[in-house]
């Protein structure tokens, strides 16, 4: 395959990587494998407007991209909206897609892995026409990033110390709001403390990840207005995997889910893929079914596939 690597050199682990030994790593592993393969390094700002323009080349197989979840979201996007294949390499601090996708989160073990896989096609999930591969969501979660951009920092251990101090400022106080959602059939107003739709059900697991992107559901989950005991409560039951025990979470897994915002405060925000954005009256979210053409460890499609079609044990 003709294919081309995108690597943010702002993101996560690249920071403190030798990114000119990388690059040529990175061209060995994939020329080594047959493949017709180029790497690039660029600064954060550079990364998504490159990756459009090869996107849109006729003689383009495939991205590899390299960077934090918001890097792969927009690369993502790009091969989703042009028909090409995505290769992902973690590079960031939580590699949420990666995680679901189950490629190595080690940078240099990923590329081997990249180089030799193979081509699945996965879910891909949009809110009003903007796709997004892990969630989007309103509420507690979008308060806390709110939180979380508030404070300076430079690097992962930061990141992660702001996002401590973010949400105990979101347990203390947590937002509370009405919605109007239609999804399987079902028709209802709510007030809640938060919401999340994500591209495929949540696995049981504390970071919350899908550990199947290929099921053709959503995972729709609300939480009923919650006093701080019930968001401590709530957080608690999210670090063991555990959340959908939980009494004031609802579950749902339908194909699409329409939501609509009553009484939509002046600079309400909801968060795509990590991303803080303005929170629209009426969101339309759908799954498209195996649209996202993918990079995957050699073999593992199959096995994935052949999983979901094994009968349960009697």
């Known amino acids: 395959m003709k294919l081309v690597g995108f690597f943010n050199r702002d993101g996560g682990t690249f920071k403190t990587t030798d990114m000119l030994a990388y690059e040529k790593r990175?061209?060995?592993a994939f020329r080594e494998a047959g493949h017709d393969f180029d790497a690039i390094v660029f600064s954060g700002k550079e990364i998504i407007p490159a990756m459009e323009r090869a996107a849109k080349r006729d003689d383009i197989d495939g991205i590899v991209a390299g960077g934090g979840d918001g890097t792969i979201s927009a690369a993502a996007s790009i091969a989703w909206k042009n028909g090409i294949?995505?290769?992902?390499?973690?590079?960031?601090?939580?590699?949420?897609f990666a995680r679901s996708l189950r490629v190595p989160l080690d940078i240099w073990q990923a590329l081997d892995v990249l180089a030799t896989g193979e081509i699945d096609n996965v879910d891909?999930?949009?809110?009003?026409?903007?796709?997004f591969i892990h969630q989007f969501s309103a509420g507690l979660h979008a308060r806390m990033v709110r939180y979380r951009n508030a404070y300076s920092y430079r690097s992962r251990l930061g990141k992660i110390r702001a996002s401590t101090k973010a949400a105990l400022g979101v347990v203390f106080n947590p937002p509370e709001f009405e919605v109007d959602f239609e999804a399987a059939g079902m028709r209802e107003r709510r007030r809640v403390s938060a919401i999340s739709v994500s591209n495929n059900p949540f696995g049981e697991n504390a970071l919350l990840y899908a550990d199947n992107l290929t099921s053709g559901e959503l995972g729709f989950y609300t939480a009923n207005p919650?006093?701080?005991?019930?968001?401590?409560?709530?957080?608690i039951d999210m670090l063991r995997g555990k959340f959908r025990e939980n009494a004031d979470v609802m579950v749902m897994h339908p194909a699409e889910v329409h939501l609509?915002?009553?009484?939509l405060r002046f600079k309400a925000n909801c968060v795509?893929?990590?991303?803080?954005?303005?929170?629209?009256?009426?969101?339309s979210i759908r799954l498209h079914p195996g649209e996202l053409k993918v990079l995957v460890k050699q073999g593992l499609a199959a096995q994935v596939h052949a999983s979901e079609r094994r009968e349960p044990a009697a």
């Not at 609509?260 to 009484?263: D, Q, T």
């Not at 893929?273 to 009256?281: A, C, I």
């Open 124 to 131: 891909i999930a949009s809110a009003n026409g903007r796709p």
């Open 260 to 263: 609509h915002f009553p009484k």
């Open 26 to 28: 990175a061209e060995a």
């Open 272 to 283: 795509m893929d990590g991303e803080l954005l303005p929170l629209e009256r009426d969101v």
């Open 85 to 96: 294949a995505l290769g992902v390499v973690p590079a960031g601090t939580m590699n949420l």
């Open 226 to 235: 919650l006093k701080p005991l019930g968001v401590a409560r709530l957080a």
